[in-house]
């Protein structure tokens, strides 16, 4: 696991190796271990490395034979073994055992198409000396960031905005579009960033740089295909998932350093140390985080799943579980730090805590991310379905009932409460059928912006969130109304969110995270498989839970979906409340005009006062505070 830079210049300048060193020193914490740089006429390379594989001789950037083509590369290439015998066998000599040679003498075979060959996750730079090209491509599922900005005469790109920052013709004009849309999604979708004229290389695409003439082309290379059914039935598809998981996890056993998993307590994270113990050659190490607030605490459900899968007689799990603090503001502010553009989906800050600990013992983790995605696990997929039978009544009667059953509840103090969920599905009962998918993740709608925002917004042509919405549904393959959502969720909110949430937290760390559910080939047979193998009734992940009912006690597969989460409610009502309220009013959003003062003080008194639970928006107004602090 890495960090790349690189700077392209068009004219006859040549590449400034000062800011390539900034550049690269600015990503040390993705890659503590070794530098490299490339400096040409025309192009510049960066590297910082995390020594995973052959580490001593895995330093970046690397050559083919004859020096006309050098590569540098964030990631890990599960199917490189493979790769290497093909590639011997055609003549192709190779001084390392690094994935990242690997991917050298498969670009002298196939070009650009070398990518469709890869099972990994990825982001690289290959220079082409003898074309006078620079080749960036990005796994199939966006698990390694890739960002770039072009200007008149250079394109420079970097694994992380700290890194572009250094260069001094990075643009730094906000996107307000992007920010009108984080606050509802709490993140920015790609392509675009927080900075206008400053990209995300979207997943499964590679984007071909002319060095002499400064050409872009970018070409998507994969597309997920729901509307394509398998002909398996159950048990023989129940079967399959269960020998690619296997593989999976095997593929990304591959380390020549200490390497171990983490474990929540869910269902996802216990299959994945339950392969874990049956397949590794060592006893497995899992890390568990828990909290002094006990609605947020699952580590009795992890050392339920460690007792179970140790009777089980594979290798022994050796578990390790730690109190922390995600109040910590001062680690909020360092993370902000590190995403470079506001992202405010909390749970980064148990996933950064989780990574820093688990750093103490391993290099290399293991996770469960992407399952819910894949699988029909999130609580929304059940209830889109079960709304359909609401959908049977008037909008305009729904919509008045809603509205009176809201008056008779107490106040919703906290979404987490039975309360606050009763207000949320009478808020998602009352929405029209083509805006309910949003208005079930949404916590900040365009009610609530248009109160917030400031004078800067108003007096431009935004579109709403809703239509960003709408025109990615309309690009889905899917045909039936939940595959369509979760297609939806793997094409916006897996990448933009959960996998930014983990690279960024992880690499935080110098940790290197996998995650064997975003194995290509599970993505593609998940995509493939019928609805009804995914929600059984009101069961989620039904054929995940077939497939490896004998990792999971009881316990663990019949509990309800927690989630990652923080008490953000009571934090901004006691511990967050005066740091939160003097950098909210008196903070950049403010005084730049991003945000209406008297609105943002009625959003914490009515919270404080316990009338609302205001803290989803809260958070995403701190976090866009603290990052025009920070990063502006």
Known sequence: ??????????????????????????????????????????????????????????????????????????????????????????????????????????????????????????????????????????????????????????????????ALRQHPEMPRDLNLQGIYDYFSLQYIPAPETVFTGVFKLPPAHTMEIDAATGHIDIVRYWTLDFADKTELDFPAARDRLRELMFDAVRKRLIADVPYGAFLSGGLDSTIIAGIMSEVCDQPVKTFTIGFNEKNYDERNYARLAVAHLNRLGGKPLIHHERIVSPGDFDMLVRLVRHYGEPYSDASMLPTCLLSRFAREHVVVAMSGDGADELFAGYNRYLLMRMMHVADMFPLPLRRAAAALAGKL????????????????????????????????????????????CGDIFHERRLTTTQEFMDAMLSAVTATNGIDRIMELDIMTYLNGDI?????????????????????????????????????????????????FQRFLPPELATRSKAGFGVPLAQWFRDRWYAVASERLLEGQAVRAGFLQRRAVENLLREHRKGKADHSYPLFSLLVLELFLEECC
């Open 409 to 452: 509840l107490p106040s919703m103090r906290d979404e987490r409460t039975r309360v606050g969920k009763l207000h949320r599905l009478l808020r998602i009962a009352a929405a029209a059928p083509a805006n309910r998918y949003l208005a079930i993740i949404n916590r900040f709608d365009e009610a609530l912006k248009q109160q917030l």
């Open 499 to 547: 996998l930014n949430k983990v690279d960024i937290a992880s690499m935080a760390n110098s940790l290197e995270v996998r995650s064997p559910f975003m194995d290509y080939r599970v993505v593609e047979f998940a995509a493939a498989l019928p609805l009804d193998f995914k929600q059984h009734f009101n069961r989620r992940k039904h054929i995940v839970h077939e497939a």
């Open 1 to 162: 696991m890495c960090g790349i830079a690189g700077i392209i210049n068009f004219n006859a300048v040549p590449v400034d190796g000062e800011i390539l060193k900034r550049m690269n020193l600015a990503q040390i914490h993705r890659g503590p271990d070794e530098e490299g740089f490339l400096v040409t006429p025309r192009v510049g390379l960066a590297h910082r490395r995390l020594s995973v594989i052959d580490l001593r001789n895995g330093r970046q950037p690397i050559a083919n034979e004859d020096g006309t083509i050098h590569i540098i590369f964030n990631g890990e290439i599960y199917n490189c073994s493979e790769l290497r015998h093909e590639l011997t066998a055609k003549g192709h000599l190779f001084t390392t055992e690094t994935d990242t040679e690997v991917m050298v003498h498969l670009y002298e075979e196939c070009g650009r198409r070398m990518v469709e060959r890869l099972n990994g996750m990825f982001a690289v730079a290959i220079y082409d000396s003898r074309r006078r090209t620079v080749l960036l491509a990005r796994d199939r599922m966006g698990q390694k960031p890739l960002l770039y900005f072009r200007t008149a005469s250079a394109l420079v790109f970097a694994s992380e905005m700290s």
